[in-house]
Structure formats: structure tokens, C-alpha cells
């Protein structure tokens, strides 16, 4: 049962807060860090206590939900399926251009692993490209960074000895620079593309030097061979055969069936 709330109680200590609170400014010159660190621990916590007690017994209810265009998961979801909305352009044959953002590669070939997605518009691999910096305010300031992304995984994918780069596709979107990883994060979350997950990690690396530290090959360079740093001595093969990556594929979309 919810405990009683003496309210005349609550308000006498209300006002007696209040009465310690100065109204003007604040000298914490004398307060001990430690000290200082407890109260605003303390207030903080008392303050949602407050809030929520506001909440409970205002006459006037919340609404259920308050749209703010500027939370990163609104942004997101709206950079993420304007993306989805953009004609899709064959990946071996992409012009540079102008602009960072978020990109999406679908795949249309044979390999039996990714027999689920086929014909689908479920992503194989989402990411984003990042301006050189954040003030880039065009897309000539945030350079072709978008299709470098696109033509390295393009190098990555004509490496492979099992895939062909005319089976894939991409989608892109150039965004305000800053806004890439909030589209990004919508992309994953909401696709789960397998390139994307730990069962089929390492595509979107560019090398892996045994001279500089100790790499395992990522399932992705054991499921599609072919890049030739992935194999150079001193690179550890993985414990996993192909068959058990594509098996932990085909339970992932067992789990995770792709999107229309």
C-alpha cells in the first residue's frame, strides 16, 4: 500500500526549505568540495523526488508524450527514413561527391547466407562518414568523405573471393555535420544489418598489421576471404569455422527477420 502523505507537514517543511534557499546570488567560497559534491548529490535527487510528487498530485495530468524534434532519436529517425526514401545506386560504379552523413549497402547476390535479405530493403551494412570537423557548415567543407566510405567498402567487397561487387547496392543521405551518429544509431537499431553485428564483424575495417599489435581475423575476412591483410602472418585465424558463422547468421535472422 502507498504510504500516507501528511501534506500539511510537507508544506511547512516546503516553506522552511525555501526559507534557506537565498534568493540572490550564492558565495559557496567556504563549502568543502566533498561537502559540496554530497548537497548537490542530495538536492538533485531531492529535486526528482519533488517532481514527481508534482506530478502525482497535479489535477491537471501529463500528456502522454511531448514530441521534441531536437532529441537525437527524433532527429535520427527523421535523417534515418529520409535516407531509405533516396534511389539506390549501384555500388561498383559511384561517383565521388560532396558531403559526409549516413549510407546504407544492400546486397542482391546468391551467397546462402544472406538468402533472407534478398529483395528486401533490409541493409546488409548501415554507417556514417564524419566531417573533418564539426563546423563544417557545407558539403564542400565536409569533403567527398561519404563516397570515400562507399568506395572503400567497395575495395573491401571486390577483395572478397565469394562476393561480387555488382550484387550490391547503397543508399546515402549528406547531413549537418554533427547529425550523422543520431541517423547512424537509428539505422542500426532499427535494420540490425549483419555486417553490423558481432557475428559478422569487420567489414568496415581497413587493415589489420600484425607488426603494430596482435589482431584475430573478424568473421567477416573468415566467412568472405580474400583481403590480403586479413591473412598476413601473425594474424590469428578465428575460432569460428564459416559454417558456424553462417549458422549464427541464419539464427540472428531466425530472431531478427529482416524488414520489407
Known sequence: ?????????????????????????????????????????????????????????????????????YQPEVLGRLIGETMQEQPRHALASLHDFYGSGVYALYYRGQHAAYTPIGGKNTPIYAGKADPPTPLAATPEDQGPRLSIRLREHAKSIRAATNLSIDDFDCRFLVVKSGLQK??????????????????????????????????????????HPGRAWASRAGNTPNPKTPDQIMAEIAAHFARTPPRE
Open 1 to 69: 500500500m502507498p504510504e500516507p502523505i501528511d501534506y500539511d507537514r510537507l508544506a511547512t517543511a516546503l516553506e522552511e526549505l525555501l526559507a534557506c534557499v537565498p534568493t540572490g546570488g550564492i558565495d559557496a567560497s567556504g563549502l568543502a568540495t566533498r561537502r559540496a559534491k554530497k548537497l548537490v548529490a542530495e538536492i538533485r535527487q531531492a529535486i526528482q523526488r519533488l517532481r514527481e510528487l508534482a506530478h502525482a498530485i497535479d489535477p491537471v495530468r501529463q500528456p502522454p508524450t511531448m514530441l521534441d524534434p
Open 182 to 223: 543520431a541517423a547512424e544509431d537509428f539505422l542500426l537499431n532499427y535494420f540490425r544489418p549483419i555486417w553490423n553485428q558481432p557475428i559478422c564483424k569487420g567489414f568496415g575495417k581497413h587493415g589489420d598489421d600484425p607488426g603494430t599489435r596482435s589482431n584475430t581475423r573478424s568473421e567477416w575476412d573468415t566467412l
